[in-house]
């Protein structure tokens, strides 16, 4: 199964032709998720991403995810603070309960800059899928993150974020932990 789905992110990977693309790549003791994001679209208003991800973990665990998002900066009375919203896809498995999901989540980030220490910022983001968007086992499901990035280079930044995958199953089983913890992470744009 998790040569099916490595095929099928690479297939994404390969396939998406377009300029502004990022890796993020972030690492705990037990497990590790990378991301690729690409712009696929831009105009005064902002600008539109997709985001591919693979998640797994030494307890078997994995999510791989799909989204869209529109970001944008807030406003002029808030200046550095960047969101961005839109719908994700998730696939969860968790192997100790044998159970697996699929949800279409809503959700977000937050970017915001500080003034004064333009390479610092504070991250987040939260997704959500309602039973009525999860299928599978899976009765619902979050995804939250909060952290703080530095800028490296105009071209990479690191971070420590604490993440938080949660998914409640059926079949008696209940809420269950797909990864939990702090993570350590960059991100490259080339």
Do not use: C, W
């Not at 990977?13 to 831009?42: C, E, H, P, W």
């Not at 989204?67 to 696939?91: C, F, H, M, N, W």
């Not at 991250?123 to 939250?144: C, K, Q, R, V």
């Amino acid at each position: 199964m998790s040569a099916r789905i490595l095929a099928a992110f690479l297939l994404i990977l390969l396939s998406t032709t377009v300029n502004a693309q990022r890796i993020d790549v972030n690492l705990k003791q037990d497990s590790a998720r990378f991301s690729y994001i690409t712009l696929i679209g831009g105009s005064t208003f902002g600008r539109t991403e997709m985001t591919t991800g693979i998640l797994y973990n030494e307890d078997g665990n994995q999510v791989v995810n799909l989204g869209l998002q529109v970001i944008d900066v807030a406003g002029s009375k808030t200046p550095g603070l960047e969101l961005g919203v839109g719908p994700r896809l998730y696939y969860l498995k968790h192997d100790n309960t044998d159970s697996s999901g699929a949800a279409v989540a809503l959700g977000g980030q937050l970017r915001y800059k500080l003034p004064s220490l333009q390479r610092l910022s504070f991250i987040g983001n939260f997704f959500y899928a309602p039973s009525i968007t999860t299928t599978l086992d899976a009765e619902n499901m979050y995804e939250f993150g909060i952290g703080v990035s530095y800028e490296l280079l105009p071209t990479a930044n690191v971070y420590v974020k604490y993440r938080r995958i949660r998914a409640d199953f059926a079949k008696n089983i209940g809420a269950e932990n797909i990864d939990r913890g702090t993570v350590v992470g960059m991100t490259f744009t080339f």
